[in-house]
Every structure is written in structure tokens, then in C-alpha cells.
């Protein structure tokens, strides 16, 4: 670290040091031409070169600590900055002014955002109400009426409202993620069977038939039981939606396997799949691609929030989809061991 502070302080004083070697030669040459006689010019060179040295030394000393600190905090290492000349106190306030004035918006803006996201909050959770009392009318309805069909579409429609509004809330509270965070060892197969449960009437509706394939009758993984079934939800939200683009039965199958001290699950679908082009591009926020073009629900930050999540847990996600075939999402959890 001294190294490239010495060579900064030899370029800053670069000029210094060459304005007084040639006032020096300039004071020598004077006397030489006024007295020719005169032929000592060692002495008085090495004189002014000892005082150069003598300066030199003291300006470094008075350089060296605060630029050091500024190297440390540069490279993100704590420091305290000490000034010790007046242009590096006056360099000081002005930072120190800027800074305040940059902490005093910053709270101004993370107060404005809190705000916004607290009024976002409660709307949202509003909008949930209506949305489960249009629900409960609907099976009540169903009892009663002969002809369901119509039934059906409008409580599925309802469902992808719910949905909608669950992924915003999702949002909102990934800022707090850490927070809300509570890891232990969960039954992964437990999560899959409750989550195929909560959405059985959009397999009937779509004629699409889950699978569970698992040797064990338990697999425990390392995570977070709640955020880990809202990551698994949206895999199997996308199942549905894009299986349901496809006509005739469509199966659909989660297997988990051991592959060391991690499990591996795969959601396989049997839907319109996903080109090759846009799967890179599948976990980008509000990225829709080719079948977004194709089907007007899609949001386009499912997967973005699988992606986000599963960083935040420490799991790995991937996916592979041939067009027409179908679509594998891959997540790699930590085993319970």
C-alpha cells in the first residue's frame, strides 16, 4: 500500500521539486557570473539539496497517514480519516458536508419508499378479502347449481387473482426477508403434498394429473418451510398455466433423489415448453417471452421471485424446456443429515 501512496506523492510534488532545483542552479549561475573567480558549486548544491531532503521528509510524514486512511477505506476496510494539513481539513468538511446532505436524502427516500410500501401492503391485504368472500360464494353456489362450468372459469379466474395478489405481497416482503427467516429441517415431501392440495381443482380443471416419485417415505431438507412452499407454489403455478395451454390429460411429476449430502427435486410438466431463446432470460423481472405473447396472465416475475428466494435460502435453481415437451425446474436443497 505505501508504494503507490510514494509514487502519488512524488507526482503531486513533482513540480514543487523541479521549481526548486532550478531556483537553485538559477541562484548558483548568479554568483558564478558575478564573481568568476568563484568555482564552488558542490557545496552550495548539496546544501539545497539536503534542505530538499529535510522538507521532503517532513511533507511526507504529514501526507502519508491521512492518504493511508483513504486507501483503507477504498478498499472497504474500516478507517478513521485524520486531516493534518488545512487543505486536507478543508478537503475533510467538504466531505463530511456531502455525506450529510447524502444520509439526509437517503432517509428521506427509505422513509417515502416505507411509506408507499406500507399503504401497498394494506391495499393488497384488502383486496385479498373480497377475493376470498367471491370464493366461498362460489362453492356455495356450486351445491346448488347444475351447470358449473360457468362456476368453474369464474373461480379460476378468482384463483389467479389470489395468485397476482400473493406475488405482490411476496414482493414486499422480500425487503424483509431476513426478518421473516426461520430455517430447520422440514419433510419436503409433506410441503408437496400439501401444495398439491391447495391447488386440486386446478389439476381437474386442467386435466393435469401430479405425481409424487420418491423412494423414502421422508426427506428432510435444510430451509425455510414457509418461504420454501411459496418458491414451490409459483413452480407448480407455472405448471398449471402453461400445462393448461396444451389439450388431452398431462401428467405431472416431482421426483426427489439423493445426491450426496443434498436432494435434488424436479418439477416436470408436460406443457407448451420454452424456447431456447428465452430461457436465459426466464428469471429476469417481468421477462414474459414467446408464451407470455401467447397467454395473457403471464406476469412475468413468478420465477424471478423463485430465483430470489432460492438465493436468499441457499439453494440452487435451474431450468431445462423443449418447446412442445415440457418444462424441468431443478432445486438442489441441503440435506438434513
Known sequence: MTKPIFKRYLKDRALLILFYLLNMLAVVT??????????????PLSLGAFLLAVYLVIDWFRYFPANKSLEKVLDDQHSEYKP????????????????GEHSREIA??????????????????????????MDLIIQKEKETLEDLEVLEKIQLENKRLHTSIEQGLTMIRMDSFENDLEAGSVDL??????????????????????????EEEVVRIITDSKWNEVMLDQILSNAIKY???????????????????????????EGA????????????????????????????????????????????????????TGTSVTIRYLTKL
Open 189 to 214: 415431501l409433506a410441503s408437496l403434498r400439501k401444495l398439491i392440495n391447495t391447488r386440486k381443482s386446478e389439476f381437474i380443471y386442467h386435466s393435469l394429473f401430479p405425481a409424487i416419485e420418491c
Open 108 to 133: 428521506e427516500l427509505r422513509g417515502q419508499n416505507k411509506e408507499r410500501l406500507y399503504f401497498l401492503s394494506h391495499w393488497m391485504h384488502h383486496l385479498k378479502t373480497p377475493v376470498s368472500v
Open 84 to 99: 493534518d494539513t488545512e487543505e486536507q481539513k478543508a478537503f475533510h468538511k467538504v466531505i463530511r458536508k456531502m455525506q
Open 243 to 269: 400445462s393448461g395451454m396444451k389439450e388431452g390429460s398431462k401428467k405431472l411429476r416431482l421426483t426427489v433423489r439423493r445426491d450426496g449430502r443434498e436432494t435434488l427435486l424436479s418439477i416436470i410438466d
Open 273 to 324: 415448453g420454452i424456447p431456447t431463446y428465452d430461457l436465459e432470460r426466464v428469471f429476469e423481472p417481468f421477462f414474459t417471452g414467446e408464451n407470455g405473447r401467447r397467454f395473457r396472465n403471464s406476469s412475468g416475475i413468478g420465477l424471478y421471485l423463485c430465483r430470489k428466494i432460492a438465493d436468499k435460502l441457499h439453494h440452487t435453481i435451474t431450468i431445462e424446456s423443449e418447446v412442445s
Open 30 to 43: 548568479f554568483f558564478h557570473l558575478s564573481e568568476p573567480a568563484n568555482t564552488e558549486v558542490l557545496y
